[in-house]
């Protein structure tokens, strides 16, 4: 898989294989990074945090396009292989790019010291685990103000996206094939 653009644009990134994993087809990761960009995303300082990052590739674009760090979390041993791998071939360093192993929703209910600028959710199909994880965002100081939430689910998820937790106004809700690409931004609640 290719990094689309920024430094380390068409530089080839390893992907993991197996059931369960399926990396955003160059075509999705930028229609979604443009998406993001009309939106308001700027990536120069960012601070950005990939959940379920698989092999890591909308952390490793955001960082290739100026984002100052990513956090990307992954629990199966063979994808946090191939975060390293990655993030080792990119010549990233753990200021830049940390790697978390640890289960999504058990990191996000510690809360954090720095909110993210920017968060990616991929979560397993058929799992629900979108809900659980926004909603941990936003109770336990995961997002900036105004920051974007972008989450990539299968098309065939039922689930309001307007309605889907308050203190996210949506933003886009596009389908790509069997893919959904859903953004919001965090907006403080009156």
């Given at each position: 898989?290719r990094i689309i653009?920024?430094?380390?644009?068409?530089?080839?990134?390893?992907?993991?294989?197996?059931p369960g994993y399926?990396?955003?087809?160059?075509?999705?990761?930028?229609?979604?990074?443009?998406?993001?960009?009309?939106?308001?995303?700027?990536?120069?300082?960012?601070?950005?945090?990939?959940?379920?990052?698989?092999?890591?590739?909308?952390?490793?674009?955001?960082?290739?396009?100026?984002?100052?760090?990513?956090?990307?979390?992954?629990?199966?041993?063979?994808?946090?292989?191939?975060?390293?791998?990655?993030?080792?071939?990119?010549?990233?360093?753990?200021?830049?790019?940390?790697?978390?192993?640890?289960?999504?929703?058990?990191?996000?209910?510690?809360?954090?010291?720095?909110?993210?600028?920017?968060?990616?959710?991929?979560?397993?199909?058929?799992?629900?685990?979108?809900?659980?994880?926004?909603?941990?965002?936003?109770?336990?100081?995961?997002?900036?103000?105004?920051?974007?939430?972008?989450?990539?689910?299968?098309?065939?998820?039922?689930f309001d996206a307007?309605?889907?937790?308050?203190?996210?106004?949506?933003?886009?809700?596009?389908?790509?094939?069997?893919?959904?690409?859903?953004?919001?931004?965090?907006?403080?609640?009156?």
């Amino acid at each position: 898989m290719r990094i689309i653009a920024g430094t380390f644009g068409g530089r080839t990134i390893k992907t993991v294989e197996g059931p369960g994993y399926r990396p955003a087809m160059a075509r999705v990761r930028e229609s979604l990074f443009s998406m993001l960009e009309s939106r308001g995303a700027a990536w120069h300082g960012a601070r950005v945090m990939d959940l379920f990052a698989g092999s890591g590739s909308l952390a490793f674009e955001a960082l290739s396009r100026g984002a100052a760090e990513a956090t990307l979390v992954e629990m199966a041993p063979q994808a946090v292989k191939c975060l390293r791998a990655n993030a080792a071939l990119l010549r990233l360093d753990e200021g830049r790019c940390r790697i978390v192993t640890d289960d999504v929703l058990k990191l996000l209910s510690r809360g954090c010291a720095l909110p993210c600028d920017v968060t990616f959710i991929d979560p397993p199909y058929g799992k629900n685990l979108l809900q659980p994880a926004l909603r941990s965002l936003l109770r336990r100081g995961w997002l900036a103000e105004d920051a974007l939430v972008c989450a990539e689910v299968e098309a065939s998820l039922s689930f309001d996206a307007a309605k889907a937790h308050a203190g996210l106004e949506l933003l886009a809700d596009r389908n790509f094939g069997q893919t959904r690409i859903v953004i919001w931004k965090h907006i403080q609640e009156q």
